[in-house]
């Protein structure tokens, strides 16, 4: 199962047709959810610098299952790609006693261009905006959508949904931007997979809260259908002066 969640994530998150960097948001509606408060620009929120470091514990439950792990990101260089420079954050993930086969090390690049947040986790796939600030609560933008050539059919996108406080074993955090993404892809073969995630960002601080829910319909009547909730929250951060 979780090979198909791969395969499927990799379907839907990784590929990308670029990323967009002009002013391309569309708004559906004017405050409302979260607050009205236009978000600051994305350095604000994103106080990237060599040696920075930030701690989650986590939780995940798929079906009946649950794992308890930490993730640790830490902002340890600088790489080139396209002339333009990204930093290199290197995740650390960590699962309890027991469950070590599952423990891994992941690597992605980000770069911020004005409002415009751009990842990608290799070098031979183009980057995608995984955020953008300076909205207005309700706009949204794509992040990421499938092309002819694809074998499968997905569109992920993204919302602004205003300003929250936001309370993690870390702290408490003010003015948080809020974030919805909504990812949903199709195969082929019958299966199908979506997923919702919710992410607040606190002002010179970075992610401090995530949850995600993926649920997964594999399209075959002798195999069952799952659901993978992904909970996060910041326990402790580090951002050198």
Known sequence: MKKLLAILSLAVIFLSSGCLLSNDSKKEDNGGNGGTAVSNKADTYLPYM???????????????????????????????????????????????????????????FVRIDGNTVCQFLSLSIEPMPILKFGLSSGQTWIVNESNESSSYSWLSTGKYLGIET????????????????????????GWSQTSISMEWYAPKVGLVKKTDVMVTNTGKEYAENHTDTVTAALTSYSIPK
């Open 50 to 108: 060599i040696g920075a470091t930030w701690s989650y514990e986590a939780t995940e439950s798929i079906d009946r299952d649950k794992y308890i792990f930490t993730e640790v990101e830490t902002v340890v260089g600088t790489n080139s790609y396209g002339g333009e420079n990204y930093w290199l954050i290197e995740e650390k993930i960590n699962y309890e006693k027991g469950f070590s086969s599952r423990d891994r090390i992941n690597e992605r």
């Open 166 to 189: 936001v309370q993690v074993p870390a702290g408490t955090f003010q003015n948080c931007a809020k974030f919805r993404f909504d990812s949903a892809a199709t195969g082929t073969t």
